[in-house]
């Protein structure tokens, strides 16, 4: 199966998915506002998310899926899958002590890194009872990686990519059917996680069962493969830490913001995160695999090859959304959230965050691209070293950034750390040897670009066209809006296929069987 056809299967679960999300994140922004129980709820989700971008999707699966897709290749199924039960074994044991002790001493963590919520006694109690319920999320997601891994490897990825809309559908049933059943609905939204979570770990169960893999439990034993595990997720948890420390450090500075602030910062990276999802998350979960056994077949042009189409259809896809982003943030936000307890107020910081990330938006989705290039060949260690880079680069930015523009210098400064750290992941496999930029790939970068100016430009002639829908009724914001959305794309397939910029074949491709 071609990386155009894995994306679009992994890209169009994603997406719907990533709609389901919006849904969730309009039942909240109208259910609890922006305002503290949203901060509190915030922190308490942001948590467990943490942690799952440090293993699950991180230091783990960076150091199972190539071993794994590596021993398939090499020694068949029989030692991959025994190989699969014996890392399983090991990191159930390692989780379960994990979230124990963190479960105990949820306060401390809190205290760590939401210290602004220390003066206010009932925010600070708030934060730790939702982090509680929703912590165990933790567990079930680390595991379910592994068996997405396994899954991911066999370029079965229709079912790891619809894993996220139990979340989603979960926490809606609980905002629409809990809401008023507990303390708050964000009591009712954390134990949602946690539920979601192991819906989620039954899910993949018995899709692995269906494949033929079927995971037996067993006692952990350090054997070789899982010594080359712990080994390559050393650095690998590390450079994950690094990053999401970042985000971190973020969440800590926003706490001593005024109150709403973290909400900004949340409703714009959710607007944001949609096409890093459905596009970015995508081509890594796609390309892991693929190059990984691309390098252990030793075919290095297939791996060029494979990384500059990932690029392309990254690109082809984040660089209009930036523009859109940029251009009528307010509109969008508006439509999709302003409602209930989500102000007018609400809408203008948020639109003008969102613009902040925005402009990082086609470097976190690179990222995604170039970081497989590292693990693929079981180099953990040089992502780590420009994370750490990005790091400091984003501490030093958030704290003059924040001094004149808020919440909104820290969006500024994670959109900056962020293209910095893709120079550097490009940069450095340039000079390994094990990536190249190619003419024709440059030409269609800047064909992208201009084609993306292009449809900003109408979509910003069109707006005044449809502004009465927009700030009308329900029904006439959700027409406005999709006229503005679908001009805009349309103006956007127009000027690529006027510019030749989208292939045939590529078309092709897309929807053929293979």
């Given at each position: 199966?071609?990386?155009?056809?894995?994306?679009?299967?992994?890209?169009?679960?994603?997406?719907?998915?990533?709609?389901?999300?919006?849904?969730?994140?309009?039942?909240?922004?109208?259910?609890?506002?922006?305002?503290?129980?949203?901060?509190?709820?915030?922190?308490?989700?942001?948590?467990?998310?943490?942690?799952?971008?440090?293993?699950?999707?991180?230091?783990?699966?960076?150091?199972?899926?190539?071993?794994?897709?590596?021993?398939?290749?090499?020694?068949?199924?029989?030692?991959?899958?025994?190989?699969?039960?014996?890392?399983?074994?090991?990191?159930?044991?390692?989780?379960?002590?994990?979230?124990?002790?963190?479960?105990?001493?949820?306060?401390?963590?809190?205290?760590?890194?939401?210290?602004?919520?220390?003066?206010?006694?009932?925010?600070?109690?708030?934060?730790?009872?939702?982090?509680?319920?929703?912590?165990?999320?933790i567990l079930f997601v680390s595991l379910s990686s592994l068996l997405a891994g396994i899954l991911n490897s066999l370029g079965r990825f229709a079912e790891t990519a619809a894993v996220p809309i139990i979340l989603n559908i979960c926490m809606i049933s609980a905002l629409v059917f809990a809401a008023n059943t507990l303390e708050t609905p964000a009591h009712a939204l954390a134990i949602a996680v946690s539920v979601a979570g192991f819906i989620q770990l039954i899910f993949l169960f018995r899709a692995c069962y269906s494949a033929g893999y079927r995971i037996k439990f067993k006692m952990p034993k350090l054997t070789p493969k899982v010594k080359k595990l712990l080994i390559v997720m050393g650095p690998a948890a590390l450079g994950a830490g690094v990053i999401q420390l970042n985000l971190l450090l973020d969440m800590i500075i926003a706490s001593h913001l005024p109150d709403a602030s973290m909400s900004y910062l949340y409703y714009a990276d959710r607007l944001n995160q949609f096409p890093v999802g459905v596009?970015?998350?995508?081509?890594?979960?796609?390309?892991?695999?693929?190059?990984?056994?691309?390098?252990?077949?030793?075919?290095?042009?297939?791996?060029?090859?494979?990384?500059?189409?990932?690029?392309?259809?990254?690109?082809?896809?984040?660089?209009?959304?930036?523009?859109?982003?940029?251009?009528?943030?307010?509109?969008?936000?508006?439509?999709?959230?302003?409602?209930?307890?989500?102000?007018?107020?609400?809408?203008?910081?948020?639109?003008?965050?969102?613009?902040?990330?925005?402009?990082?938006?086609?470097?976190?989705?690179?990222?995604?691209?170039?970081?497989?290039?590292?693990?693929?060949?079981?180099?953990?260690?040089?992502?780590?070293?420009?994370?750490?880079?990005?790091?400091?680069?984003?501490?030093?930015?958030?704290?003059?950034?924040?001094?004149?523009?808020?919440?909104?210098?820290?969006?500024?400064?994670?959109?900056?750390?962020?293209?910095?750290?893709?120079?550097?992941?490009?940069?450095?496999?340039?000079?390994?040897?094990?990536?190249?930029?190619?003419?024709?790939?440059?030409?269609?970068?800047?064909?992208?670009?201009?084609?993306?100016?292009?449809?900003?430009?109408?979509?910003?002639?069109?707006?005044?066209?449809?502004?009465?829908?927009?700030?009308?009724?329900?029904?006439?914001?959700?027409?406005?809006?999709?006229?503005?959305?679908?001009?805009?794309?349309?103006?956007?397939?127009?000027?690529?296929?006027?510019?030749?910029?989208?292939?045939?074949?590529?078309?092709?491709?897309?929807?053929?069987?293979?």
């Open positions: 199966m071609s990386i155009l056809k894995s994306t679009a299967i992994f890209g169009s679960f994603t997406m719907i998915s990533r709609i389901l999300g919006f849904i969730r994140d309009i039942l909240m922004a109208a259910v609890l506002g922006a305002g503290a129980i949203t901060d509190c709820f915030v922190v308490a989700f942001k948590l467990p998310n943490f942690f799952r971008r440090l293993f699950a999707e991180g230091a783990f699966s960076a150091s199972y899926v190539p071993i794994f897709s590596a021993t398939l290749e090499k020694d068949g199924k029989e030692v991959a899958l025994k190989f699969a039960e014996e890392a399983f074994a090991c990191l159930l044991i390692t989780l379960l002590l994990f979230v124990a002790i963190f479960e105990l001493f949820t306060p401390a963590l809190i205290f760590t890194i939401a210290n602004g919520f220390v003066d206010d006694e009932a925010k600070f109690s708030l934060a730790v009872i939702l982090t509680r319920y929703t912590f165990p999320f596009i970015g998350v995508a081509l890594g979960t796609v390309l892991l695999p693929l190059l990984s056994r691309n390098i252990a077949s030793g075919d290095e042009v297939l791996v060029l090859k494979n990384q500059n189409q990932a690029i392309e259809m990254g690109l082809f896809f984040t660089v209009p959304a930036a523009v859109a982003f940029i251009v009528v943030p307010a509109d969008l936000i508006h439509v999709l959230l302003e409602r209930s307890s989500f102000t007018s107020e609400a809408t203008a910081q948020t639109s003008l965050t969102l613009m902040a990330y925005a402009a990082g938006l086609p470097a976190y989705v690179l990222a995604k691209v170039f970081v497989p290039g590292y693990f693929a060949r079981n180099d953990t260690k040089t992502p780590l070293k420009f994370a750490i880079v990005a790091l400091f680069i984003n501490i030093s930015l958030n704290l003059i950034l924040m001094q004149y523009f808020a919440h909104v210098g820290l969006a500024m400064a994670t959109a900056i750390s962020a293209w910095i750290n893709v120079f550097m992941l490009a940069g450095g496999l340039m000079l390994r040897g094990h990536y190249k930029i190619e003419n024709s790939l440059l030409i269609r970068l800047f064909k992208y670009l201009i084609c993306s100016v292009i449809m900003g430009s109408a979509v910003w002639l069109i707006r005044p066209l449809v502004k009465e829908l927009i700030y009308g009724n329900a029904a006439e914001q959700v027409a406005g809006l999709l006229i503005l959305v679908f001009s805009g794309f349309a103006v956007y397939l127009f000027a690529t296929f006027l510019t030749k910029t989208v292939k045939k074949e590529e078309l092709k491709a897309l929807f053929s069987k293979r």
